[in-house]
């Protein structure tokens, strides 16, 4: 049984930032892939932030300069440090980890909602 903990997500203002989090525990063996997604309201969920096992990173366009992705391996936690907050990116923000062993398409987090005012 694995768990996700997701922590971080609020309001703020535009320019301002946040960090989220988010934790796995329970019967792990390795992580490979750990994503963050967001889905705003009425639109669908899209991957915002990507970090592999090697910690190489992938940003959706919209984020990159702004966004950083992180992990940290000993604790089973991934980051997303949000800088210069837009009111477009409100949403809410779901981290996905691929964990072994676990399903095909990994575990996922039960959201954080972020509120950016303008």
């Known amino acids: 049984q694995v768990q996700l903990v997701e922590s971080g997500g609020g309001l703020v203002q535009t320019g301002g930032s946040l960090r989220l989090s988010c934790a796995a525990s329970g019967s792990i063996f390795s992580i490979d892939d750990m994503h963050w997604y967001r889905q705003a309201p009425g639109q669908e969920r899209e991957l915002v932030a990507t970090i592999t096992s090697y910690g190489t990173t992938y940003y959706e366009d919209s984020v990159k300069g702004r966004f950083t992705i992180s992990r940290d391996n000993a604790k089973n936690t991934v980051y997303l440090q949000m800088n210069s907050l837009k009111p477009e990116d409100i949403g809410v923000y779901y981290c996905?980890?691929?964990?072994?062993?676990?399903?095909?398409?990994?575990?996922w987090g039960q959201g954080t909602q972020v509120t950016v005012s303008s």
């Open positions: 996905n980890l691929y964990i072994k062993p676990g399903p095909r398409y990994g575990y």
